[in-house]
């Protein structure tokens, strides 16, 4: 009797102790698990966006142009008959990113106008079978990807103007609304959902862009069984924000944020003129300058830049595009260590500029944007300075401590002398070693 009492008690305390480790441990290992698969997300810093579809043959806006009714849809559809894909080098691509010091690339597998790039065995609207490519032309470019080194993303649209039955079409007209037939809906998902398992299975990408997630509510998308779904095949995929709400993180697009977001992860997706894919009328190109000093703000406020580019229907990428890839690449190259596995940087109001810091926060990097050069000012660093070095050179700039009063807690202002001879032909980067983990002073001032 008494034994078994023992055991009893045994048994039950072994139960709950088992189950407080259990409940632990599982809340642990969710929210460990979100921040371990982020963690190449946020070092990463610069990824390469890729519009390819046959959009580019007349040069007219992806979906879009038939959606809005600026050309109708079989002409719009005609464009697949030009789609070639006859100088289409995955590899090159692939060199060209890598370059860039990207570290990682988006390719557009299928826009709202449904054209998949890969053979789909769900549609024949893809290019192996309907354009003259005849070509799978995702296996090769993540093939080369991978090889280099470089993480894979799938952009994918979940609505599919193409597809019957795909309520959405026009912007003024739709096919059937759902609530009047759920079962051809169904039909809807279980296409999208073949093609989701299809890229998950045939390509297994590290990151899933979804797009186009607006028209439907989650409950239609049924959001929360998609990320079940693509995690059962990866649990380590990153998902966009535009699952309607089932993403892991924000994706602002083209307008840039002033003040710092308050998301843990997120990026800016932005083209290198004003179009996504490829249109020869469209040479509003940004510059390099503008795109790195984009780049670096970006990086600053914490977050990634996914830079477009829209090649040609024969593969071949525009020339300003690839020099605009070269120059970041150049820039990265000899500025890299202020960007990639880095901090976003200090509040707004120290320096007069975009900031990075080191993950254990005892270095600080100051970009100067514009060709600033003479005496750059620092406020509120209450730690001593090591040493000042300007990046991808051996130069050491000496500094002034100005307006410190001894008795005071207020640190006194930072003045670096910065001569015109060591700047950057883009952005000049000063890495500041500090004595200890940064601390500011933020105060109004006073006594
Ligand atoms: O692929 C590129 C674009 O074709 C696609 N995303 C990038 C990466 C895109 N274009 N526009 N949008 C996404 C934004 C959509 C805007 C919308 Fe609306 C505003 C959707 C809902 C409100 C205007 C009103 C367009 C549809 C309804």
Redesign the pocket.
């Known amino acids: 009797m008494k034994s078994n009492m023992l055991r009893f008690v045994i048994a039950l305390s072994l139960f709950v102790f088992l189950g407080i480790l259990n409940g632990n441990s599982q809340t642990k290992i969710s929210t460990d698990s979100i921040q371990n698969k982020m963690q190449w997300f946020a070092d990463a810093k610069l990824g390469i966006f890729i519009?390819w579809g046959i959009y580019a043959v007349n040069g007219i806006s992806?979906?879009?142009s038939f959606h809005n009714k600026e050309i109708s849809y079989p002409n719009y559809m005609q464009q697949i008959n030009g789609f070639t894909a006859s100088n289409y080098d995955a590899n090159a691509w692939a060199e060209l990113i890598k370059q860039s010091g990207a570290k990682y690339a988006v390719l557009t597998t299928k826009?709202?106008d449904g054209v998949a790039l890969w053979p789909t065995s769900a549609s024949k609207l893809n290019m192996f079978e309907s354009s003259p490519a005849k070509k799978d032309l995702l296996a090769p470019f993540y093939k080369a990807l991978k090889s280099k080194g470089i993480k894979a993303g799938t952009y994918f649209s979940l609505l599919d103007w193409s597809y019957p039955d795909y309520p959405g079409f026009l912007n003024d007209s739709s096919r059937y609304k759902i609530s009047d037939d759920p079962q051809r809906w169904s039909r809807f998902l279980t296409f999208l959902n073949h093609q989701l398992s299809e890229i998950m299975e045939q390509y297994k990408p590290d990151l899933m862009w979804f797009?186009g997630d607006?028209e439907q509510s989650a409950d239609q998308w049924d959001a929360s069984g998609i990320r079940k779904k693509l995690l059962s095949y990866n649990p380590n995929l990153i998902i966009n924000g535009r699952l309607t709400g089932y993403g892991d993180y924000e994706t602002p697009?083209q307008n840039f944020p002033v003040s710092r977001p308050q998301f843990k992860w997120w990026e800016l997706?932005m083209t290198t003129n004003n179009n996504?894919g490829y249109q020869q009328k469209d040479t509003n190109w940004k510059t390099p300058y503008e795109i790195i000093s984009i780049f670096v703000d970006a990086v600053s406020n914490g977050g990634n830049l996914l830079l477009d580019i829209g090649p040609k229907p024969d593969g071949t990428i525009p020339a300003e595009q690839i020099n605009i890839l070269k120059e970041l690449g150049k820039w990265n190259k000899k500025n890299g260590e202020a960007i990639f596995n880095q901090l976003g940087g200090i509040a707004q109001g120290h320096f007069y500029g975009p900031t990075t810091i080191s993950k254990d926060s005892t270095t600080l990097f100051l970009f100067l944007q514009g060709k600033a050069s003479g005496q750059i000012m620092l406020k509120g660093l209450e730690n001593k300075i090591e040493e000042i070095e300007v990046l991808g050179t051996e130069v050491k700039l000496p500094y002034k401590i100005v307006g410190k009063i001894s008795w005071s807690k207020v640190p006194g202002l930072v003045y670096i002398d910065v001569p015109e001879n060591v700047l950057d032909p883009y952005i000049t980067v000063l890495k500041l070693k500090l004595d200890k983990p940064i601390k500011l002073y933020n105060g109004k001032g006073g006594l």
Do not use: I, P, R
């Open positions: 519009h992806e979906s879009w826009h709202h797009d607006w697009e997706c996504w």
